[in-house]
């Protein structure tokens, strides 16, 4: 995929998230995409990523943890963009850990995913953000013990 596809993916993204339909204004959102300087061929690649396949899989993105968590999910096409193996890993080691809620894990995802929207996405900054929505310093300390990613990064924990 090249870089003016994915320059107007994320422009589509924009449209997207504050609730208007692409698809209905998909003639007047390609007329200011080439006028901008955008080859329609680019813009029909962005605009078909963005509708082709929405719940096509495959093994490495599907990811489930009935034991522990009951959590089954499914990487969305824009996190399999963003989120290389490494950051898809460390998620599915949270999930399986059972040591966080559906909605703080969705939480995590959802700011992971901005960052890495902005190319702000490091190991680093994954385990500020956890630390910033997990409260609880035992599961702080736990998460940092079990992912070795995160080198014990729990240092502020006290028994």
């Known amino acids: 995929?090249?870089?003016?596809?994915?320059?107007?993916?994320?422009?589509?993204?924009?449209?997207?998230?504050d609730k208007i339909d692409l698809l209905s204004l998909k003639k007047d959102i390609t007329d200011s995409l080439e006028e901008q300087g955008y080859e329609l061929e680019d813009i029909n690649k962005a605009f078909e990523f963005m509708y082709k396949d929405p719940f096509a899989v495959s093994e490495n993105d599907f990811y489930s943890d009935q034991k522990d968590s009951g959590y089954n999910?499914?990487?969305?096409k824009i996190e399999k963009l963003y989120f290389d193996d490494e950051v898809k890993n460390i998620i599915i080691k949270l999930n399986k850990s059972g040591l966080l809620n559906t909605e703080k894990l969705e939480v995590i995802i959802?700011?992971?995913l901005s960052m890495a929207f902005f190319n702000n996405l490091t190991i680093e900054s994954m385990w500020d953000v956890i630390d910033e929505i997990v409260e609880d310093d035992?599961?702080?300390?736990?998460?940092?013990?079990s992912i070795n990613e995160f080198n014990g990064k729990a240092i502020k924990f006290q028994m």
Do not use: A
């Open 1 to 17: 995929m090249n870089k003016n596809v994915i320059e107007i993916l994320t422009l589509l993204m924009q449209i997207f998230i």
């Open 138 to 145: 035992y599961k702080l300390y736990i998460i940092s013990e």
């Open 73 to 76: 999910r499914v990487f969305t």
């Open 110 to 112: 959802d700011q992971l």
